[in-house]
């Protein structure tokens, strides 16, 4: 185990005989000791009174040959005694922490009504354990509202009665140690299946991702022949390439109490199909443990369980210098000398770039938030590029020291987005400061690749404006491809179309996630900043006005606003059915209302061109129980004609079961 105060009780492993990684305590899989030679005995210490047929097994494992003993991992993994008072038979990992037993019928063979049990026979309990693991697919990662229990004692029955509160607050999917532990388990299969056997896990700096990081440890090492590398605090992009596979824990730019994985593989990112068979094996795992009635045992605080801890951020920073040199085009050592930025990583993940800069030469005294801390920053939250409040944190520290760039990550480090000056003049002094995100950041982007591979593809995600798609196509002579919102699928669609012989130099979401061919189509909001950092060093070079003037075709609509309809229960089922009824009556309403044209190359939800200029779409979210109008319009008042009335009105037919508390302003 490897301790966050710095001791690393894990050097037990190393002096076994038998090698570093291969006498890993298996989680109630793999459990050879010494009964007679343990410290403290485990006889005086583990009390049965009462076995199920997986306990036996387990004990059958159990021989006087073994070599190995680590007693505070056995003393935690099994605890079973049969109360003195009531005959009921109990389950934890630890006499201290063990429920307590009143509750326990006396009589042990008499079941409840046939109602406690469903048509598949499944228990109740169990199901909602089951249920909730599926209910954590978030496009192709797994995310939701973390909801801790205990790391010793309980039983599944303790979970689902967590999951079931947290339902009924309408807080969404719960994502529990119990269910990181079953995809540890889940995903640790799938890279064995597919010759690997190394996963690198790394964390952004929630409270709960070490807690959720240990438990997946735990899972994906129960698995034999598979070991976990854990990095630490990490960027997602820093853990490309360094193992087999790679999970990093981290719900990105959602609230605090938000938590995730996000899983890679040799080939990249896994797609919904993966996430689909992943949720399958680690559904069996759920019910190997249901049918031990325990729960899995965890380190709680107090560290994180693996084969090794790694550091490849030094690597990683390295990796971004040479870039950067590249980018530049200079063998100067401090190619940034003269340069102003500004870094707000927003207490995130992505804190080290302000070393990458400063030690290349740039300014970054004002950078700010750059110490990693899980309850984020006060006045901007969770750090976000596209939130109001982060944009214009960054904004101020930009105007108020004349800074040439503002950086800005989220909380993981694969999302940028960016603050420039509208003026520049003739004395180097910066005025009139404006965000560089969603459509101009993709249209600067394309600006660098129309130059260095002219006639190529720029793959973006289904809600780009009908503005860019000009600009990409009729001003640069690049290709446009509008795909599924979700970076996995936008980057899918990249490496699909390169290896049908299209050069997708770009792959794009309109958040800031992106991924270039250049860079092995690795999602990284850091290498995003490497290409605006070295075109705006060369344009400083050249004595050339804003980066803005780039991108000054790109035509603008004054109104462009995001409208999130809230589901009060919760649940995604309710938004599904909501999304498919609204969607039947904007068809009906399209066929009949000329201000409104239905875009049938759209893949994605349901997209409307306005007449007046512009669009409004309409799609499900990736992550939570929420329906996202997007509206890009003329003005505000031809959005609020033309588009917010008539959706009010649309929407207020499901009003008991949807918030619309959005619309208001």
């Given amino acids: 185990m490897l301790r966050t105060d710095g001791s690393q009780p894990c050097q037990l492993f190393n002096n076994h005989p038998a090698g570093p990684y291969s006498t890993r305590p298996k989680n109630l899989s793999f459990l050879r000791t010494n009964l007679t030679n343990t410290t403290p005995p485990l006889q005086n210490n583990l009390t049965i009174m009462a076995l199920n047929p997986k306990v036996c097994l387990l004990l059958a494992a159990i021989t006087p040959t073994s070599a190995f003993v680590h007693w505070p991992i056995i003393s935690q993994h099994i605890y079973i005694i049969r109360s003195q008072f009531n005959g009921g038979l109990r389950a934890s990992s630890s006499p201290i922490d063990s429920p307590p037993t009143a509750s326990v019928k006396n009589d042990p063979f008499k079941f409840g009504s046939p109602t406690d049990i469903d048509s598949s026979n499944t228990p109740p309990n169990l199901q909602h354990v089951l249920n909730s693991l599926a209910e954590l697919k978030s496009g192709s990662d797994v995310r939701g509202t973390f909801a801790d229990h205990k790391n010793s004692g309980g039983t599944i029955a303790n979970i689902s009665h967590l999951i079931k509160t947290m339902n009924k607050e309408g807080k969404g999917a719960a994502l529990t140690p119990l269910a990181s532990h079953c995809f540890g388990v889940a995903f640790a299969k799938k890279v064995l299946k597919e010759g690997g056997s190394s996963i690198c896990l790394g964390r952004d700096p929630r409270v709960h991702g070490e807690r959720l990081a240990d438990s997946f440890a735990r899972g994906a090492e129960s698995v034999d022949g598979v070991?976990?590398?854990?990095?630490?605090?990490?960027?997602?992009?820093?853990?490309?390439?360094?193992?087999?596979?790679?999970?990093?824990?981290?719900?990105?730019?959602?609230?605090?109490?938000?938590?995730?994985?996000?899983?890679?593989?040799?080939?990249?990112?896994?797609?919904?199909?993966?996430?689909?068979?992943?949720?399958?094996?680690?559904?069996?795992?759920?019910?190997?443990?249901?049918?031990?009635?325990?729960?899995?045992?965890?380190?709680?605080?107090?560290?994180?369980?693996?084969?090794?801890?790694?550091?490849?951020?030094?690597?990683?920073?390295?990796?971004?210098?040479?870039?950067?040199?590249?980018?530049?085009?200079?063998?100067?050592?401090?190619?940034?000398?003269?340069?102003?930025?500004?870094?707000?990583?927003?207490?995130?993940?992505?804190?080290?770039?302000?070393?990458?800069?400063?030690?290349?030469?740039?300014?970054?005294?004002?950078?700010?938030?750059?110490?990693?801390?899980?309850?984020f920053p006060k006045t901007s939250g969770v750090p976000n590029p596209e939130n109001k409040a982060f944009v214009e944190e960054?904004?101020?520290?930009?105007?108020?020291?004349?800074?040439?760039?503002?950086?800005?990550?989220?909380?993981?480090?694969?999302?940028?987005?960016?603050?420039?000056?509208?003026?520049?003049?003739?004395?180097?002094?910066?005025?009139?400061?404006?965000?560089?995100?969603?459509?101009?950041?993709?249209?600067?982007?394309?600006?660098?690749?129309?130059?260095?591979?002219?006639?190529?593809?720029?793959?973006?995600?289904?809600?780009?404006?009908?503005?860019?798609?000009?600009?990409?196509?009729?001003?640069?002579?690049?290709?446009?491809?509008?795909?599924?919102?979700?970076?996995?699928?936008?980057?899918?669609?990249?490496?699909?179309?390169?290896?049908?012989?299209?050069?997708?130099?770009?792959?794009?979401?309109?958040?800031?996630?992106?991924?270039?061919?250049?860079?092995?189509?690795?999602?990284?909001?850091?290498?995003?900043?490497?290409?605006?950092?070295?075109?705006?060093?060369?344009?400083?070079?050249?004595?050339?006005?804003?980066?803005?003037?780039?991108?000054s075709d790109l035509v603008e609509l004054s109104f462009d606003e995001e409208y999130r309809v809230k589901i009060t229960d919760g649940s995604l089922e309710t938004t599904t059915f909501v999304f498919d009824e609204v969607t039947k009556v904007l068809k009906e309403k399209c066929n009949a209302a000329t201000a409104w044209k239905l875009d049938e190359d759209n893949l994605e939800g349901i997209r409307m061109k306005l007449a007046s200029g512009g669009h409004f779409m309409l799609r499900k979210s990736l992550h939570d129980p929420v329906i996202s109008m997007q509206v890009e319009s003329i003005s505000k008042e031809e959005a609020r004609k033309v588009v917010l009335e008539p959706m009010l009105a649309i929407f207020s037919h499901h009003a008991a079961v949807l918030d619309l508390s959005a619309f208001d302003h």
Wanted: proline share 4%; net charge negative.
């Fill in 227 to 375: 070991r976990v590398l854990y990095t630490g605090l990490a960027t997602t992009p820093s853990m490309a390439g360094k193992c087999d596979a790679a999970v990093m824990v981290t719900a990105s730019h959602l609230p605090e109490d938000k938590n995730g994985l996000k899983f890679f593989g040799k080939s990249g990112g896994l797609t919904k199909k993966d996430i689909d068979d992943l949720i399958v094996l680690a559904q069996a795992e759920a019910k190997e443990w249901y049918d031990m009635g325990i729960v899995p045992p965890s380190s709680g605080k107090a560290g994180v369980l693996c084969s090794e801890l790694v550091n490849f951020m030094p690597y990683y920073k390295d990796t971004l210098k040479q870039a950067i040199l590249r980018e530049v085009g200079t063998a100067n050592q401090y190619p940034l000398s003269g340069l102003k930025i500004v870094v707000n990583p927003g207490n995130g993940a992505a804190c080290f770039f302000n070393d990458v800069l400063r030690d290349l030469g740039a300014n970054v005294d004002h950078s700010l938030n750059l110490t990693p801390d899980g309850t």
């Fill in 394 to 551: 960054t904004l101020r520290v930009c105007e108020a020291n004349n800074a040439d760039l503002g950086i800005m990550f989220d909380t993981d480090g694969d999302r940028a987005g960016f603050i420039l000056p509208r003026v520049v003049d003739e004395f180097g002094h910066s005025s009139s400061y404006e965000p560089l995100n969603k459509n101009r950041l993709i249209a600067l982007l394309s600006v660098i690749f129309s130059n260095s591979s002219p006639g190529c593809t720029i793959v973006t995600d289904s809600t780009t404006s009908e503005s860019l798609s000009t600009f990409l196509q009729y001003t640069l002579g690049l290709k446009h491809f509008r795909y599924l919102r979700g970076y996995a699928n936008v980057i899918g669609k990249a490496k699909e179309l390169t290896l049908s012989g299209t050069d997708a130099e770009v792959a794009i979401e309109i958040s800031g996630h992106c991924a270039m061919k250049e860079n092995g189509y690795t999602d990284d909001g850091t290498y995003t900043a490497v290409k605006i950092i070295g075109l705006l060093a060369r344009t400083v070079a050249a004595g050339r006005d804003s980066l803005l003037s780039l991108i």
